[in-house]
């Protein structure tokens, strides 16, 4: 998918100004704050944990290379294969190679990121394959031709209405949403149209939660179910998996599924969280016969090699969009890409360019939540100003930003100039609020809101007249 | 695609420079980590399991071994479900459990439109009310997820604490992991129209456990 982070600020102003968006958005924020508030709570380990789920990520991309090459390993003694791509083209190639020499032409997916991320249904169709999601929530905003706007909840923005007249168009004539938007009535039929296209699936394509350096086992955290049917039913199953998505053993993906469901949904586990270790046994009822990983690099191994190593350790819970007064706002649409909220105001800058999505690292008022509820402690406001600084290095920002901040920089720097600037700019403004608190050529700001009323002196002065001589 | 693999390979190890104690991570793999593991609280582990497996959506009845298989009877017929042919999982636990004459459990594969399946468990979590059920040669993964309502008929005394007690448990008594290992907590589950939760969304709509106690326990409804 093309990215559209250039325009974030329209976008921003287009979604504030739509009814139904915000109406979602409220409905959303509510349901995930307090239910992970509620599990958290339950949980008096809970910040230990998250403190040894950190440190298990930090020591394996300390070690990232012999992890993979363990699991890789693993994989193969497993019956399965792994495959290894660059960035976007190279994993479709692969994923568009393996379901060709399968001889598949039904392809039934579960929801993955990193398929969104490297854009796999498009490609998949270009060639002429046959693709359906099977989250609920993917498949109906597949049907939208939109992209997921949450990256746990991607139909977060859509009504129950929205969501019937989808169906209705999608599923033909005497379709029971055409006349319900009841959502137990979109359920049944979604369970019902998707079931024919499970039983006709020749490839699934999954993503992981986890991939297990000991055992090979990617891990699938799901609550409908839909990715163990995908990862069962078809012949052939293809994973899709970030390099970041490596643990080393089986107790450490453990540890932090403690925090992964808590800070996602408030679930002390999902429905469904499946280990799968290669392909059908011998002795093996079911199953598919062909397990391939396809291991997707694009930009990860740029970010461990500086200072955003730490935002590899992202496990996609979804607690940081959740906790942003910014998604909360504008919703996942705005950002321009796949990945919304803070974390992905850090990921799409380093995956996409910095040229391409320098307004994200700004879409933040830096106030620290997402930090607070990472799981795995990420310091996204630290990443978020180093995007910022990076920007106005690299000369993303237009010139006259990177004057004003050169010239701010060349006053803060010289004490003596910087309390003649305050103590001018603190007269200034005190004269203004004395006018009726309104700032001119600041447009709406002051319309809604006073301007402070500084007492016309600043810190400094006031202390010098106080202390007098005890101050140097 | 060995070029990519390379390439990759090569980006993370200069990524992360030299220096790196090489001998670390085949430590860890050959002999895991202990991690904390939560406070189970007060009670049995049965009954930490019960509380936490009705509060994942889940129903429980507990039996002893030979009343097991008329409870699984019971539930199907309570539910609606014809009893002449119901696919299960055929492993050893199960097949000597007395079986009413009505209830015809077919080692088979279900149907896309299968109204219940009948399975054991390799084990049950009471730190989260899971049930443990490993794919192999006499449970077909698809019985977990295909049918409307899942039934497991599960030995009590497989109930550990934590998930970590599985991976011991497996390590001892199998060796190499199945291919699939699926932990199920509660019934299929969706929250993706309005954020409204709902039950049955491609997997079971109902998840109902049969817990069979040891033989000198006595037998009551829990």
């Known amino acids: ?472 | 695609m060995s070029d990519a693999r390379a390439a990759i390979l090569e980006r993370i190890a200069r990524a992360l420079g030299d220096g790196r104690d090489t001998a670390a991570p085949a430590a860890r793999t050959d002999n895991p980590p202990r991690h904390p593991r939560p406070e189970l609280g007060d009670g049995t582990l049965l009954g930490v399991f019960v509380e936490r497996l009705r509060a994942s959506g889940a129903s429980a009845v507990s039996t002893s071994e030979s009343a097991a298989g008329a409870a699984v009877a019971a539930y199907l017929r309570e539910a609606g479900v014809p009893l002449g042919d119901v696919p299960a999982a055929s492993d050893p636990y199960l097949t000597r459990l007395q079986w009413p004459d009505e209830l015809v459990l077919a080692n088979r594969a279900p149907g896309p439109t299968e109204p219940a399946a009948v399975t054991g468990a390799y084990a049950a979590v009471a730190e989260t009310g899971t049930l443990v059920l490993a794919s192999g040669a006499t449970h077909r993964t698809a019985l977990n997820f295909l049918p409307d309502h899942h039934v497991v008929v599960l030995d009590c005394s497989r109930i550990v604490g934590h998930m970590e007690e599985v991976w011991e448990l497996w390590r001892r008594e199998r060796g190499p992991l199945p291919r699939a290992l699926n932990f199920v907590t509660g019934p299929s589950r969706t929250a993706d129209i309005e954020q409204t939760i709902q039950l049955g969304a491609h997997g079971p709509r109902r998840l109902h456990v049969v817990l069979v106690l040891a033989a000198e326990a006595p037998a009551h409804t829990a």
Not at chain 1, 244 to 264: M, Y
Not at chain 1, 304 to 325: K, S, T, Y
Not at chain 1, 333 to 354: C, D, I, Q
Request: hydrophobic share 40%; proline share 5%; aromatic share 6%.
């Open chain 1, 1 to 472: 998918m093309r990215p559209t982070s250039r325009s974030f600020k329209a976008n921003a102003r287009g979604a504030l100004l739509d009814p139904g968006l915000q109406k979602a958005l409220a409905r959303a924020k509510d349901g995930f704050i307090g239910r992970r508030r509620d599990a958290v709570a339950a949980l008096p380990e809970f910040e230990s944990l998250r403190a040894t789920a950190r440190d298990i990520k930090q020591h394996t991309l300390e070690h990232l290379d012999t992890y993979l090459l363990r699991f890789e390993a693993a994989v193969q003694a497993a019956g399965g294969q792994v495959h290894w791509a660059r960035d976007a083209g190279e994993a479709n190639r692969i994923v568009v190679d393996i379901c060709r020499r399968a001889g598949a032409e039904h392809i039934i997916k579960g929801k993955s990121m990193v398929g969104e991320e490297i854009a796999v249904n498009p490609a998949l169709e270009r060639e002429g394959f046959d693709v359906v999601e099977t989250d609920l929530g993917e498949y109906i905003i597949q049907l939208a031709k939109e992209p997921p706007s949450h990256i746990i909840a991607p139909a977060v923005h859509k009504s129950r209405s929205d969501v019937a007249a989808l169906f209705s168009e999608h599923h033909g004539a005497g379709s029971e949403s055409a006349s319900s938007d009841e959502p137990e009535v979109l359920l049944n039929e979604a369970r019902r149209v998707l079931r024919d296209r499970f039983m006709a699936g020749d490839a699934g394509i999954t993503g992981a939660n986890f991939l297990v350096a000991e055992t090979g086992s990617i891990v699938l955290v799901t609550n409908e179910g839909n990715g163990d049917l995908s990862s069962t039913l078809p012949r052939t199953h293809i994973v899709l998996a970030g390099i970041e998505k490596v643990v080393p053993t089986l107790e450490d993906a453990t540890t932090i599924l403690r925090v992964l469901a808590r800070s996602a949904t408030g679930q002390t586990l999902t429905s469904y969280t499946t280990f799968v270790t290669g392909a059908r046994r011998a002795a093996d009822p079911d199953g598919p016969q062909a397990f391939h990983v396809v291991l997707v690099d694009g930009g990860r191994s740029d970010m461990l090699a500086g200072e955003f190593r730490d935002m590899l350790r992202c496990i996609r819970c979804g607690a940081c969009l959740n906790h942003c007064p910014v998604y909360g706002a504008v919703g996942g649409h705005a950002y321009g890409w796949v990945y919304p909220g803070p974390m992905g105001s850090v990921l799409t800058p380093l995956m996409v360019g910095l040229g391409e999505a320098q307004a994200l690292p700004n879409a933040s008022s830096l106030c620290g939540r997402c930090e607070s509820v990472c799981p795995m402690m990420i310091p996204l406001p630290r990443m978020l100003r180093a995007l910022r600084e990076r920007a106005n290095r690299e000369h993303h920002v237009s010139w006259i930003q990177r004057s004003a901040l050169r010239a701010w920089g060349a006053i803060a720097h010289r004490p003596a100039l910087y309390r003649v600037f305050a103590s001018a700019g603190a007269r200034a403004i005190a004269a203004l609020g004395r006018r009726g608190g309104r700032l001119p050529g600041s447009g709406p700001w002051t319309d809604y809101r006073a301007l402070p009323r500084p007492e016309g002196r600043t810190f400094m002065a006031e202390a010098r007249t106080r202390l007098g001589n005890r101050l140097r």
